[in-house]
């Protein structure tokens, strides 16, 4: 069965550096989305991306986050200058379309020090 | 603002007890709904979305638009369904983001 991978699952960086997440969709789905969990909270929508470019982004996502689809098979979440709260869980999920299902990855969990 | 509430972080049954996971939203639209499940290391997975009204693994859940609640039922639950249950909303239009509830541990004991 097809799945949503992210790459690393587990990620320590210094605060005050860049880190990229990697996510490589489901081969057909034209939706892309990245959400956070940080420790004890809710899961949290970061941002959608569809035909090359960002659909919609949370208040969460500002100029530190960007990403990107670099070659048709990933899609990746750079987060440049860490901070310690930036410290979560992050997932990728990938969609056939709008309002269809959300395929999840296992997640990579950030850990700013 | 769109708001979903578990309210329960934590909910502890015997095999074979009924299971109600409660889930209240709020939003003034008319919104989809979903339950994901996560079991012990494994990924976010769909459960269930109000619009398909399918039973899987034995849950239910029903769109309350009067009391805004999708409560997750189950008659009967098994030791195989202790995991962690998050209930979401998506705007019903134009939009893909899901908003998540803060989630409620099943634990189900032999």
């Known amino acids: 069965e097809p799945e949503v991978t992210q790459t690393p699952s587990h990620q320590v960086t210094q605060m005050g550096q860049e880190v990229i997440l990697r996510c490589v969709p489901i081969?057909?789905?034209?939706?892309f989305y990245w959400y956070r969990q940080i420790l004890g909270q809710k899961v949290e929508f970061l941002v959608s991306f569809y035909n090359n470019e960002i659909s919609e982004k949370s208040e969460i996502f500002d100029d530190q986050f960007s990403v990107e689809r670099p070659d048709g098979s990933n899609f990746t979440l750079k987060i440049r200058s860490t901070k310690l709260e930036d410290s979560a869980m992050y997932f990728c999920?990938?969609?056939?379309?709008?309002?269809?299902?959300?395929?999840f990855g296992q997640g990579t969990r950030l850990t700013v020090v | 603002a769109q708001r979903v509430t578990q309210p329960e972080k934590l909910l502890s049954v015997f095999k074979g007890a009924p299971v109600e996971l409660k889930c209240n939203y709020s939003?003034?639209?008319?919104?989809?709904l979903f339950w994901y499940v996560q079991y012990s290391r494994q990924r976010l997975q769909l459960l269930l979305r109000?619009?398909s009204r399918e039973s899987i693994k034995g849950f239910t859940a029903d769109l309350n638009k009067g009391e805004t609640s999708f409560h997750l039922k189950k008659p009967f639950a098994q030791e195989e369904d202790s995991a962690m249950y998050y209930c979401a909303l998506s705007k019903s239009y134009n939009t893909d983001k899901l908003i998540f509830g803060t989630g409620t541990r099943l634990q189900v004991f032999p």
């Open positions: 999920a990938s969609s056939e379309g709008i309002s269809t299902e959300a395929f």
């Open positions: 939003y003034s639209g008319s919104p989809e």
């Open positions: 081969s057909n789905h034209l939706y």
């Open positions: 109000h619009i």
